[in-house]
């Protein structure tokens, strides 16, 4: 239940709070008053289009708080808690705000939320009916939603099966569509893929193999300078073994040397016997060295054949990477993908003939369900017909009835293939015609308003919001729209937006808005009326003067016939 709004720089209220009742809520005002703007916030705080140019003029932003009744163990507070808000003693504090430039904020039990939690929140909470709505009525998909609402669970099940149908039988076909309609394609595809396949396995690349040749043509194209290195290198620490004579200096004789004048005189300082230790291991080490120069150059020759060789494949694989990856390693990658595409590939044939007989086999589980679909639809429009219909009687239209009707089509559609539509027959042996043909402004209205009182049994939501769903309507029709919206108020809080006076007569509580001496709305301009208010306010709509008896005595009648009701 909605207990307050607060709004703020919203059309011409630039303040008002509305504190609201459990029942019927009447709001009323002169034309130009700010009425609509009521429910105009209410569709803000439920997650409504943002329309700057519903900011007030001079004003930053329009702010809309409202603060609900909500059952603490309930659906709504556990999606509250899930987004990270809270309950403030058991009332949940919604907040939306837009900027004058069209920017939209929404905050939910504190905590700021997207506007699309806002929407699905209201599902729960709040029916909000505009004068669009009507129009909106005539549309066959609103119809064809508003028969699904009223089946209810009986339809909710074989449409889960079906909706899970319908995406499969959508991804079938348009696979099934590819591979037939692609077929050249995909087959110059495969003769690409199965070319590129051939030139690897004929060169039969090893994993590293580039890097290994590269280093090994660095090695032969240079052998006999790195042989010479070698050799010098060797000469220089162990000295020429060719050599007829020894006076050559090399460095392992040097060493040798430094620690033959170290070890005698070593024990006497350990400074010194330290140093001797590590002079012993660099002549280890030296001696390590040359012997592995002696061993390389040895092993370094130049073999024109072998460099020939490894340069001729080291071109093989430089023509696979330029097409196929940045290395070797990059080509047989690209290899394994390819050989697992071209699998695919050449598969296309035995995947039409699964994919026709699983398309067939989908198709006529579709049919299947969508069968059952009209059968449940059909079902509850004969129902839903019948409780609008006896809802029309109530509403001064004794002799009016609805009839759903509800054909196949020819595709099928997320839906199902049924077409729904409300038609209506106006009086007695008139032919069922549909509600943009049959229908006036003030029947339209009370179709609609039959529909939610139907609903309000089906699937109740805490709080019903009408703006002038009397529109085109007058007399004794009046008097029963404003019956059955305070019968639906037992069951439900509703807040109507209303210019005749029979209706407000029915109100539990009657909100007065009305415009200061500058033209806009103020805190004080919504005044909860008491018995005295409300008839100065109902003579005001049945005679445009507050004060005339006859309005007066008129509207004592009608809160007395009101009272008498309730």
């Known amino acids: 239940m909605v207990e307050e709004v607060r709004i703020q720089g919203l059309g011409v209220i630039d303040e008002a709070v509305l504190d609201l009742s459990p029942g019927f809520n009447v709001v009323t005002g002169e034309t130009g008053a700010g009425k609509t703007m009521v429910v105009t916030s209410l569709g803000l705080l439920f997650g409504g289009r943002a329309d700057p140019q519903r900011v007030r003029p001079g004003a930053e932003r329009a702010t809309?708080?409202?603060?609900?009744?909500?059952?603490?163990?309930?659906?709504?507070?556990?999606?509250v808690a899930e987004a990270g808000g809270e309950l403030d003693e058991g009332a949940l504090i919604i907040t939306r705000s837009v900027s004058a430039e069209g920017r939209s904020r929404a905050h939910l039990g504190g905590r700021s939320v997207p506007v699309s939690l806002l929407i699905n929140l209201a599902d729960e909470l709040v029916a909000v009916h505009g004068q669009s709505d009507q129009q909106r009525l005539l549309q066959a998909g609103r119809?064809?939603?508003?028969?699904?609402?009223?089946?209810?669970?009986a339809l909710s099940k074989p449409l889960r099966e079906y909706t899970a149908a319908y995406q499969r039988h959508r991804q079938v076909t348009a696979l099934l569509e590819e591979l037939t309609t692609r077929a050249r394609e995909r087959a110059q595809e495969a003769e690409l893929l199965r070319f590129g396949l051939e030139e690897i396995e004929q060169v039969d690349p090893k994993s590293g193999e580039d890097v290994e040749l590269a280093a090994e043509e660095e090695r032969l194209g240079h052998a006999d300078a790195l042989r010479a290195a070698a050799t010098t290198a060797h000469e220089a620490l162990l000295g020429d073994p060719a050599a007829v004579t020894t006076d050559a200096a090399d460095a392992a004789g040097l060493i040798g040397t430094a620690r033959h004048a170290l070890d005698g005189v070593a024990g006497h300082d350990p400074t010194l016997g330290g140093l001797a230790d590590r002079l012993a291991e660099v002549s280890y080490l030296v001696s390590d060295i040359g012997t592995?120069?002696?061993?390389?150059?040895?092993?370094?020759?130049?073999?024109?054949?072998r460099l020939a060789a490894v340069q001729e494949r080291r071109a093989a694989l430089t023509a696979l990477t330029r097409k196929h990856g940045e290395s070797v390693d990059g080509v047989l990658e690209w290899a394994r993908r390819s050989a697992a595409r071209?699998?695919?590939?050449?598969?296309?044939?035995?995947?039409?003939?699964?994919?026709?007989?699983?398309?067939?086999?989908?198709?006529?589980?579709l049919t299947e369900l969508a069968g059952e679909l009209t059968t449940v639809r059909q079902q509850a429009a004969e129902r839903f017909s019948a409780a609008v219909?006896?809802?029309?009687?109530?509403?001064?239209?004794?002799?009016?009835?609805?009839?759903?009707?509800?054909?196949?089509?020819?595709?099928?559609g997320p839906h199902g293939v049924d077409e729904v539509e409300l038609r209506l027959a106006s009086h007695p042996g008139a032919p069922p015609l549909p509600l943009n043909k049959g229908a006036s402004g003030g029947e339209l209205s009370r179709v609609m308003l039959a529909i939610e009182v139907v609903f309000a049994g089906a699937d109740p939501v805490p709080t019903f919001v009408f703006d002038e769903v009397d529109a085109g309507v007058g007399g004794k029709a009046a008097v029963e729209i404003g019956r059955r919206l305070a019968r639906l108020a037992r069951s439900a809080q509703v807040i109507v937006v209303t210019h005749l006076p029979q209706v407000a007569a029915f109100a539990d509580q009657h909100?007065?808005?009305?415009?200061?001496?500058?033209?806009?709305?103020?805190?004080?301009?919504?005044?909860?009326?008491?018995?005295t208010g409300r008839v100065r306010e109902l003579s005001r709509m049945l005679a445009g003067l507050e004060d005339s008896e006859l309005g007066r005595a008129h509207a004592e009648e009608l809160l007395g016939l009101a009272a008498q009701e309730r």
């Open 64 to 79: 809309v708080e409202g603060r609900l009744m909500v059952d603490a163990g309930g659906r709504v507070a556990e999606r």
């Open 143 to 153: 119809q064809r939603a508003a028969l699904d609402r009223y089946a209810g669970d």
């Open 292 to 305: 592995e120069l002696a061993a390389y150059a040895e092993s370094i020759e130049a073999d024109p054949a």
């Open 342 to 365: 071209l699998t695919e590939l050449e598969g296309d044939d035995d995947r039409i003939e699964a994919l026709r007989a699983e398309h067939a086999e989908v198709t006529a589980r």
């Open 389 to 412: 219909t006896e809802e029309l009687g109530a509403l001064a239209m004794p002799h009016a009835r609805i009839h759903v009707s509800v054909t196949q089509g020819g595709d099928f």
């Open 511 to 531: 909100l007065l808005v009305e415009k200061s001496d500058d033209g806009t709305v103020t805190r004080s301009g919504v005044t909860a009326l008491d018995r």
